[in-house]
């Protein structure tokens, strides 16, 4: 059984590693979690990137929900909003494009092109 | 939806729009009866009247960008498709009940799902948000809550990694004591 007890040391062992963390870098991974982005697919591709942070020990990246972004034929959608103000808005997610986007995006600075609105709706459109 | 846990997060995602910092689940299984009832208590700023009137009609939503809200209404349907019914409580200034029971042994009742996904997803987004989680089958209680879990790792915040997948292994254990004999059925629906 899972004790309280237990959360004693992860406190402690936490303590000693916020202690050296570094500033929070204040990226900011926002989903879209309302109705429509939840009947998509939005919570494994949230859960993914929590846990894709956690693999690589990055600390600095906050992930958050919103409500519907309001084009719902889009979800799961997720935006990348820099502490400079720029924002990315990655469309169609499921939680391999989730990992790619951490792996990409937050941890080498690359733009997944192929997944942002912008380059998703071109695509449509070329085909209708 | 697929699943009532998808439900839950729905119907939560209402109650940090209204406000609520503390929010209570309670997830009651009694298999004499054949009744599975799921209740979420929010603090949030409540419904006037003629909001709680309407809030199950899908043209119903406090949004104004556009005029469809279908959270409520798919949860409705989805426990009268059950043989269960939706039940709501709510008046302004004193936060909103929302209650939906289903038979358990309903063809289309919907499986449980992930719900340790749900809670733990809430809390990785909304760290100031206090949860608290009941699970009940017959005689055998589980209790769940943010408050306790933040008294015990003052200084660290309740969304950092290791605390919260202590969370999820906690609640995992939990719904596997509480629905042990009939969890199959109620959470993947088999």
New interface residues.
């Given amino acids: 059984?899972?004790s309280?007890a237990?959360?004693?040391e992860?406190?402690k062992?936490?303590?000693d590693k916020?202690n050296i963390r570094k500033e929070n870098n204040g990226v900011r991974i926002v989903?879209g979690?309302?109705?429509c982005g939840?009947?998509a697919g939005a919570?494994?591709v949230?859960?993914t990137i929590?846990e894709e942070?956690?693999k690589r020990n990055i600390n600095d990246v906050t992930?958050?929900?919103t409500?519907?972004i309001?084009v719902c034929r889009l979800e799961p959608i997720v935006e990348v909003l820099d502490p400079d103000g720029s924002r990315v808005t990655y469309v169609n997610m499921t939680p391999e494009k989730a990992q790619h986007i951490v792996s990409e995006h937050i941890v080498n600075g690359r733009i997944c092109l192929d997944y942002t609105i912008g380059e998703v709706e071109k695509k449509e459109k070329s085909k209708a | 939806m697929r699943d009532l846990s998808l439900h839950l997060l729905d119907i939560l995602q209402n109650s940090i729009s209204a406000k609520a910092d503390n929010v209570s689940i309670e997830l009651a299984v009694d298999t004499s009866t054949d009744k599975l009832a799921l209740k979420i208590a929010d603090n949030g700023i409540g419904m006037n009247e003629k909001l709680l009137k309407s809030v199950t009609d899908p043209f119903t939503t406090t949004r104004t960008s556009r005029k469809v809200g279908l959270g409520i209404s798919l949860l409705k349907a989805s426990a009268e498709r059950a043989g269960g019914e939706l039940m709501i409580q709510s008046s302004e200034g004193n936060g909103t009940t929302i209650s939906a029971n289903f038979s358990i042994s309903n063809i289309d009742r919907l499986p449980l799902g992930d719900l340790t996904e749900t809670i733990c997803s809430i809390i990785a987004a909304y760290m100031e948000i206090e949860i608290d989680l009941t699970l009940i089958n017959g005689s055998k209680t589980f209790q769940f809550s943010t408050i306790e879990i933040k008294k015990q790792i003052s200084g660290i915040p309740i969304n950092h990694y290791d605390v919260l997948e202590w969370i999820r292994e906690f609640i995992n254990e939990g719904i596997t004591t509480i629905f042990g004999g009939v969890l199959n059925e109620i959470v993947s629906g088999t």
Wanted: charged share 25%; with cysteine; aromatic share 0%.
């Fill in positions: 059984m899972k309280l237990e959360l004693e992860i406190r062992k936490a303590l916020i989903v979690m309302a109705t939840i009947a919570r494994p949230m859960n929590v942070l956690k992930v958050t929900m409500g519907c309001g």
